[in-house]
């Protein structure tokens, strides 16, 4: 079964950083795309950052490129979001999510199957 666990989650001061992890388990072999989503209240959940796991190309969110830094272990299996200069509208749950097939592509507007708890992140004025 796959599990997906998120972790890093906090609050901080606008300007401030973050990195957020997401360790992945109950699966052999590789998966194929992760990303990172996020949902503020009463708001629709948007997609922030994916990564090819095969390949390594990174697909990032408007609102976050030049910002954010999605990357992998070298395992492979481990997940991160380095989140620098943070604002208030930053504030959300922030989930990992992944997939496994070959034949989607790995933007964030792709079907992932599998999804974690979520962490939350504040960012303060």
């Known amino acids: 079964q796959v599990q997906l666990a998120e972790s890093g989650g906090g609050s901080v001061q606008a300007g401030g950083s973050l990195r957020l992890s997401c360790a992945a388990s109950g699966y052999s072999g590789s998966t194929n795309c992760m990303g990172w989503f996020r949902q503020a209240p009463g708001k629709e959940r948007e997609g922030v950052a994916s990564?090819?796991?095969?390949?390594?190309?990174?697909y990032y969110g408007d609102s976050v490129k030049g910002r954010f830094n999605i990357s992998q272990a070298t395992a492979k299996n481990t997940l991160y979001l380095q989140m620098d200069s943070l604002r208030p509208e930053d504030t959300a749950m922030y989930y990992c999510?992944?997939?496994?097939?070959?034949?989607?592509?790995?933007?964030?507007?792709?079907?992932?199957?599998?999804w974690g708890q979520g962490t939350q992140v504040t960012v303060s004025s």
């Open positions: 990564i090819d796991t095969r390949g390594g190309s990174t």
């Open positions: 999510a992944a997939h496994f097939s070959r034949l989607r592509l790995c933007t964030m507007s792709a079907t992932f199957d599998y």
